[in-house]
């Protein structure tokens, strides 16, 4: 069993700044890949970023030059530097977390077996 926590949700005005963090405790040898989902209200879950423990990276089209996934491999830790927030980034983020053949594999949640409790992130002025 993997064990993920969240933290650095929170409201934020258009254009602004957060940072996202998902500490992983248990059976590390059983995953090699993180990532970030986010869920708006009545939308289904998608990939925001994903990161393999070799440092490879997935990003949704929406979110490429504004969002960086990141991770510390000593703390079994994961960030995601959110910039430039738009109002439809709000939703529900949730950690993540698999044992994945491709980083393309992270696109579909299905790939994930572990995840966090959740963390919102709500842009608005």
């Known amino acids: 069993q993997v064990q993920l926590v969240e933290s650095g949700g929170g409201l934020v005005q258009p254009g602004g700044s957060l940072r996202l963090s998902c500490a992983a405790s248990?059976?590390?040898?059983?995953?090699?890949?993180m990532g970030w989902y986010r869920q708006a209200p009545g939308k289904e879950r998608e990939l925001v970023a994903g990161?393999?423990?070799?440092?490879?990276?997935n990003y949704a089209d929406s979110v490429k030059g504004r969002f960086t996934i990141s991770r510390d491999n000593a703390k079994n830790t994961v960030y995601l530097q959110m910039n430039s927030l738009k109002p439809e980034d709000t939703a529900d983020y949730y950690c993540?977390?698999?044992?994945?053949?491709?980083?393309?594999?992270?696109?579909?949640?299905?790939?994930?077996?572990?995840w966090g409790q959740g963390t919102q992130v709500t842009v608005s002025s």
């Open positions: 993540a977390a698999g044992l994945i053949y491709t980083i393309a594999q992270m696109t579909f949640p299905s790939s994930c077996k572990y």
């Open positions: 248990g059976s590390m040898f059983s995953i090699n890949a």
């Open positions: 990161i393999t423990k070799s440092g490879l990276t």
